[in-house]
T-cell receptor
Framework: QKEVEQNSGPLSVPEGAIASLNCTYS??????FFWYRQYSGKSPELIMFIYSNGDKEDGRFTAQLNKASQYVSLLIRDSQPSDSATYLCAVNRSGNTGKLIFGQGTTLQVKP | DGGITQSPKYLFRKEGQNVTLSCEQN?????MYWYRQDPGQGLRLIYY???????QKGDIAEGYSVSREKKESFPLTVTSAQKNPTAFYLC?????????FGPGTRLTVT
C-alpha cells in the first residue's frame, strides 16, 4: 500500500463544473495536509493546506479533511481551462519532522 | 523579491561526472529539501536539512550528497554513483510543514 494514494486520472471536467480530487493516506499520525498544483514542465505550487477535520475554503478552492477515514480532497468550483494541471496531495510524516510524502498526482483537464 | 532560486535550469553531463545543483532561498526558512521527480511520478525526497550544519537522508539518498553551510544555501551533488541521474530536481524550503519550491533543474546524463 502506498503511503499517499491518488487516482492518476486524467480527470476531465467541462468548464464551469466542479472538479473533485481525492487522496487517501496510510499514516494515522499525520497532522498536516497539502495540495500542490503543478503545470506541465513547472515546479509545484502550494495552493491549499488543512490541519483540522472539516472544510477549508479559499476562493474557488475547498480542501476537505476526514482523519477518521484518512481521506483528504480538493474541490475546485467553476473550473477554468487554466486549472488544467497535475494536482499533488502531500501529507506530513508523523513525528513533526517537516517531511512530506507526496502522492503521484491527479491530472485535471478542464475542457472549454 | 523573496523566493527560491535554482540554477541552472537545464544541465547536461556525461556519465561518470559529478555535478552540483544550486539552491538558494531568501525566505529565512530553517528547513530545506531536495526532491527528484521522474516522468509521471510524484516527488521523492533525497535529502533534507532542518538547520544549518545538519542534514538527513531522505528516501533515495544513495548517489547524492549535500551540504548546509549557510541558512540560505543547500547545494546538491549528483555523484557518478547515482545509477539513474536523469530527472527533474526540485529544491524546497519551508517551515511548519509548508514547503515552497524553486523552479527546478532538469538534469540529463548521457
Amino acid at each position: 500500500q502506498k503511503e499517499v494514494e491518488q487516482n492518476s486520472g486524467p480527470l476531465s471536467v467541462p468548464e464551469g463544473a466542479i472538479a473533485s480530487l481525492n487522496c487517501t493516506y496510510s499514516d494515522r499520525g499525520s497532522q498536516s495536509f497539502f495540495w500542490y498544483r503543478q503545470y506541465s514542465g513547472k515546479s509545484p505550487e502550494l495552493i491549499m493546506f488543512i490541519y483540522s477535520n472539516g472544510d477549508k475554503e479559499d476562493g474557488r478552492f475547498t480542501a476537505q479533511l476526514n482523519k477518521a477515514s484518512q481521506y483528504v480532497s480538493l474541490l475546485i468550483r467553476d473550473s477554468q481551462p487554466s486549472d488544467s494541471a497535475t494536482y499533488l496531495c502531500a501529507v506530513n510524516r508523523s513525528g513533526n519532522t517537516g517531511k512530506l510524502i507526496f502522492g503521484q498526482g491527479t491530472t485535471l483537464q478542464v475542457k472549454p | 523579491d523573496g523566493g527560491i532560486t535554482q540554477s541552472p535550469k537545464y544541465l547536461f553531463r556525461k556519465e561518470g561526472q559529478n555535478v552540483t545543483l544550486s539552491c538558494e532561498q531568501n525566505l529565512n526558512h530553517d528547513a530545506m529539501y531536495w526532491y527528484r521527480q521522474d516522468p509521471g511520478q510524484g516527488l521523492r525526497l533525497i535529502y533534507y536539512s532542518q538547520i544549518v550544519n545538519d542534514f538527513q537522508k531522505g528516501d533515495i539518498a544513495e548517489g547524492y550528497s549535500v551540504s548546509r553551510e549557510k541558512k540560505e544555501s543547500f547545494p546538491l551533488t549528483v555523484t557518478s554513483a547515482q545509477k539513474n541521474p536523469t530527472a527533474f530536481y526540485l529544491c524546497a524550503s519551508g517551515r511548519l510543514g509548508e514547503q515552497y519550491f524553486g523552479p527546478g533543474t532538469r538534469l540529463t546524463v548521457t
